[in-house]
């Protein structure tokens, strides 16, 4: 991946590296972003400890591919395709698995659905018969930090 990675999305507290002898190191987003971060001349920095993980000969709990994945956002879409009279109880099953604030901000798309959010969304809408080609408002391609 040779495009710039926004450093505005990496959480606070995002643990880097920079154990110079990894053989993960090519694609590993925690060792990719360790030279901007250090570059802003921070006096610290959330860093995972080099002794351990040179320790561990080759391979990381700790790897993250620096790789993006397409994330869904929204799901009005699957909303307007059940049946009214169904779709209290796809809100109950959506909201008694995820939370009842988490179902809004997902549902109207401010926040990136995970991956088990979204294949429940498409679960739930094909149990109660409906079948799309796109059950999500919009998609990202993103890093995930963790």
Request: overall charge positive; aromatic content about 10%; glycine content about 6%.
């Amino acid at each position: 991946m040779n495009e710039v990675i926004d450093l505005d999305d990496m959480p606070t507290m995002f643990g880097m590296c920079n154990v110079k002898e990894c053989a993960l190191a090519e694609t590993c987003l925690r060792q990719i972003v360790y030279p901007a971060v250090a570059k802003k001349k921070d006096p610290f920095l959330p860093m995972l400890n080099p002794e351990w993980l040179a320790a561990q000969k080759g391979t990381c709990k700790y790897y993250l591919k620096n790789e993006k994945v397409r994330r869904a956002f929204g799901f009005i879409t699957t909303i307007k395709a059940i049946p009214s009279g169904k779709v209290g109880s796809f809100r109950a099953s959506v909201i008694s698995r995820m939370g009842r604030k988490r179902y809004y901000q997902t549902r109207k798309g401010e926040v990136m659905l995970t991956e088990a959010e979204a294949q429940l969304i498409v679960k739930l809408a094909n149990r109660l018969g409906i079948e799309l080609e796109e059950y999500f408002d919009r998609y990202k391609y993103v890093l995930l930090w963790g």
